[in-house]
């Protein structure tokens, strides 16, 4: 994706030997980048949200191995690096899918190898997740495509919760991709942009990205979903995940299971986009899913840009509150209406999931 014009990815390697990142924590206000040249970089990028969106998440966890497999390829050096960064978040799988891509290559080859395989290990992770969202873009549009038939009037109106663009992935995104996809194919669409407290990764992102693109779009606040529903003007919901269990259950940014609620009362379709690799076929429920709680500074407190230009973080809420801060919510699967995935469209079940992906079931 581009912006202003010039094509970046999330995450990419510089000649130098290190990795640069956007720091999604200055947008929308500021497009500065990150340079990242230890492996305890990558980690803490990922658990300041510097960086973040299961997809891209995984793709930094990589890069972090390759970096550590430079400082200290033995065997402690590579269980070191990889145990480090899997406790940096707790709820999106791919993290663990792509350290365990990493360690399988790395293990048994000779320390002396490991350094420029696990630097091709990354960057195929990086490459293969922009092929895998373009195609989750192309099966979504099939879906936009014959949601806008069915309407004889006016531009498809599309509601999303915090941000599933390329900003969460390496490029492309996962619910975004057939927005776009739709977009630059002339459909007439329209994106109604939760703000999703308290990160307000939707007003920040989501809705900075649309932007750049010029994909027409109007932030909301958290609530107004279900208002628009019962008034008709959500025609249907995509959403990207963090982790999908075996019986299709869906843990995503908070606020989602309360939209899918609000969208099964008012007969709107509710998709979630995901890449295979966001797959837990570990899991059976989403009970079983860990729910990161992160400080409540987040919640209490609020980044935003004087007139002046200048940045300011401030506080809004009475003093001495505490807060709680559940990162995420499970939306069960018969809330679902289908999953869009790098394979094609199925149902919310296991044996949906089952039906794009066999080998991965066993």
């Known amino acids: 994706m581009k912006i202003a014009g010039r094509h970046y990815r999330t995450i990419w390697p510089r000649s130098d030997g290190a990795i640069e990142v956007i720091d999604q924590a200055r947008l929308p206000h500021e497009f500065v980048t990150q340079v990242l040249t230890t492996a305890a970089d990558c980690a803490r990028v990922i658990t300041t949200m510097v960086v973040r ?33 899997g406790a940096t978040r707790p709820t999106a799988v791919n993290l663990h899918w792509a350290l365990r891509r990493m360690d399988v290559c790395l293990a048994p080859l000779l320390p ?76 007439a669409v329209h994106v109604w942009v939760d703000e999703t407290r308290p990160r307000n990764q939707g007003a920040s992102l989501t809705a900075y990205e649309l932007g750049a693109h010029g994909v027409p779009h109007t932030i909301i606040a958290d609530n107004a979903g279900g208002h628009l529903m019962q008034h008709g003007r959500v025609d249907l ?78 506080a809004i809420a009475a003093p001495g509150s505490a807060g709680a801060n559940p990162a995420f919510d499970v939306t069960p699967a018969r809330f679902i209406s289908a999953f869009i995935t790098e394979c094609g469209v199925c149902a919310a079940s296991e044996e949906g999931l089952k039906s794009l992906f066999p080998p991965k079931s066993e």
């Open 53 to 85: 969106g299961a997809p891209l998440i995984g793709a930094t966890a990589a890069y972090g191995v390759a970096l550590a497999m430079r400082a200290d390829a033995s065997d402690a050096g590579l269980h070191a690096a990889i145990a480090m960064l």
């Open 112 to 187: 002396s190898a490991r350094a420029d395989a696990a630097w091709a290990a990354a960057a195929a992770i990086c490459d293969e997740d922009v092929e895998v969202c373009r195609r989750i873009g192309e099966h979504g549009l099939v879906c936009l495509k014959a949601a806008a038939a069915k309407k004889p009037t006016g531009p498809l109106n599309i509601l999303t919760h915090c941000n599933a663009g390329w900003l969460a992935t390496v490029d492309w995104g996962t619910a975004l991709a057939p927005i776009y996809m739709a977009h630059d194919a002339g459909l």
């Open 237 to 314: 919901c995509i959403v990207g995940t963090d982790r999908v269990t075996r019986n299709g259950d869906v843990a995503n940014k908070i606020g989602t299971y309360l939209k899918a609620l609000a969208a099964k009362d008012n007969d709107v379709p509710f998709y979630v986009a995901l890449p295979s690799s966001t797959i837990d076929w570990k899991l059976g429920s989403g009970r079983d899913i860990p729910i990161e709680e992160r400080s409540a500074d987040e919640l209490l407190e609020m980044t935003g840009r004087r007139a002046n230009g200048e940045i300011v973080r401030v």
